[in-house]
């Protein structure tokens, strides 16, 4: 049993691999390629589930890649905090394939060549799952490549040249942030033998305090950059609000979330006493204020939700930069409850371009009288966003100010007020969305079928006389009564996205809980050790 067990740790890499080859080998078979893409994508949730409950029950899982022996070869190594963040970006990942699926069938693959999609979209998956299971920092760095190379061509995808300009800034930065790790990385190496962050974990206690100083402060900024931690965080807001609705959703959701993970593992594995705790404290709340500004200036839906994806990883950098076991506990509960709520949100920016054509606020209105249901859907998910009490993005809240107050420094308190003011700047933005976009009246004065099918498809200029909200918001209305507008199936996996986070509230519970065992591991480091190294080559 314990083999069985174990032989499941590789398997959220293999499987979305395999299924990247049989997707592209089903390439001219639509239909296989989707059942094939969904079928894996099932698989490795349901394997996440599995080494969820292991991992909480046995404590770490090992596999040796390759059969070297230990410590040379390559280490995966699943624990309480790496299977909880396979299991909700596989959750993700799986939602936002059916709403990409349905996208694709519904748009006969204008916007999103699904053909390429499947393998690609899988191809990321591997390397998110790689990336959480990595055990030595070359392996961490592979995942991170795969993610650069996939997510490239799902940033490009229908060669639109807006979308081509903001891929190549994403990979620019991207390709900066790898240089800087792979310097860590032989830097590491050469100060200590290895790269196995077991071994890591033992020998650079040994190091002088400049030279780990200089390691840390590389390994950190390569992983705060792809993290969009203040101030390496201005690429963000051009790259995501220009691709496919899916794209930008797990986008959002994900790959931030992967450069967190990082710092959460590099942080508590390798440099438990860090003398960086200011300098990141100070990154938090710098993150916090400065994302938040940029949201409540902008006048674009997927702009606005941008900046809030920078502010809110403030948040996970405050319970980071604490260092304590509460503080931990309630950054790790903070990924998960903000990779399920703003995946939800940026696929609900999705539909209103869908149905209104555009995401500007100043040519959106009626929403909530052309779809009631993504209204709704819109509403619980900014509440939740923002922090509404007793929804998940309140708990988790109130997780790290707690954590904060504890702590007891000034700066501390300054990152709980700092917290409070970002949670309301938070909902002014997004209530600004809500009045602009949803609740404002939609125009008396209607527009032609055919001005109102010339405007969506923006072949023809508003008149002098007429009023483009008024244009515009006809067009929502008779977009809003045709199912290509609102397609079902899109619409159910959008509103799955919304529920997950419900569930999270639900069960914040028994979920903080876990994240607290799971920050109890990280604090003390010797059940990843010992698990991960045998005894004779823990030197």
Not at 344 to 364: C, H, K, N, Q
Request: hydrophobic share 55%; glycine share 8%; charged share 10%.
């Amino acid at each position: 049993m314990d083999t069985l067990v174990r032989n499941l740790v590789p398997m959220p890499v293999l499987l979305p691999l395999l299924g990247a080859a049989l997707t592209l080998a089903f390439r001219r078979a639509p239909r296989l390629q989707r059942l094939t893409s969904t079928a894996v994508l099932s698989g490795l949730v349901l394997v996440s589930a599995v080494l969820v409950v292991e991992t909480d029950r046995r404590g770490p899982l090992v596999l040796w890649v390759g059969a070297w022996k230990e410590p040379l070869g390559i280490s995966l190594v699943a624990d309480r905090l790496s299977s909880l963040m396979l299991l909700v970006s596989g959750v993700v990942i799986l939602v936002v394939l059916v709403f990409s699926i349905a996208q694709g069938q519904e748009d006969d693959d204008s916007d999103t060549p699904m053909s390429i999609f499947h393998p690609t979209y899988l191809v990321l998956a591997a390397g998110v799952s790689n990336a959480f299971l990595a055990g030595d920092l070359f392996n961490l760095f592979v995942g991170f490549e795969i993610l650069l190379y996939a997510s490239y061509v799902l940033l490009t995808l229908g060669g639109a040249e807006q979308r081509i300009h903001a891929g190549t800034t994403y990979v620019v930065v991207s390709l900066i942030s790898s240089s800087i790790f792979l310097i860590g990385i032989a830097a590491t190496y050469a100060a200590t033998g290895t790269v196995n962050l077991a071994q890591l974990a033992i020998r650079l206690g040994g190091l002088e305090p400049g030279a780990l100083l200089v390691l840390q402060l590389c390994l950190l900024t390569a992983f705060a950059i792809k993290a969009a931690v203040f101030p390496l965080s201005a690429w963000l807001p051009d790259s995501y609000p220009t691709a496919p609705a899916p794209v930008t959703a797990v986008f959002a959701g994900l790959l931030t979330k992967v450069g967190v993970y990082a710092m959460i593992r590099v942080q508590t594995l390798l440099f438990p006493e860090s003398p960086l705790h200011t300098l990141l404290m100070w990154a938090a709340l710098l993150t916090m204020i400065v994302g938040i500004l940029g949201a409540v200036s902008q006048s674009g839906l997927k702009r606005i939700l941008s900046f809030t994806l920078v502010s809110h990883i403030g948040y996970m950098v405050f319970g980071i930069a604490l260092g304590t076991a509460h503080g931990m506990a309630g950054a790790i509960f903070y990924v998960v409850h903000h990779i399920t709520i703003q995946t939800a949100l940026f696929l609900i920016a999705g539909l209103v371009e869908r149905l209104g054509g555009t995401t500007s606020l100043d040519r959106l209105a009626g929403l909530a009288f052309a779809s009631p249901v993504l209204s709704v859907l819109f509403f619980m998910a900014a509440m939740n966003l923002s922090g509404i009490p007793p929804l998940s993005g309140f708990l988790a809240k109130i997780g790290l100010f707690h954590a904060g107050i504890e702590f007891g420094t000034p700066l501390s308190w300054a990152l709980v007020v700092g917290g409070v003011v970002t949670s309301l700047l938070t909902l002014y933005a997004l209530a600004k969305v809500w009045s602009q976009a949803f609740w404002r009246p939609i125009a008396e004065t209607p527009a032609p079928a055919e001005t109102a099918a010339a405007l969506a498809s923006g072949s023809l200029d508003v008149p002098d006389d007429v009023d483009p909200a008024s244009a515009r918001t006809t067009v929502l209305t008779e977009s809003a009564s045709t199912s290509r507008a609102m397609p079902p199936l899109m619409l159910a996996a959008t509103a799955t996205m919304t529920a997950v986070g419900l569930v999270i509230t639900l069960a914040a519970g028994p979920l903080f809980a876990y994240t607290q065992r799971a920050a109890a591991d990280l604090q003390q480091r010797a059940p990843y050790i010992t698990t991960v190294l045998p005894p004779e080559v823990r030197r």
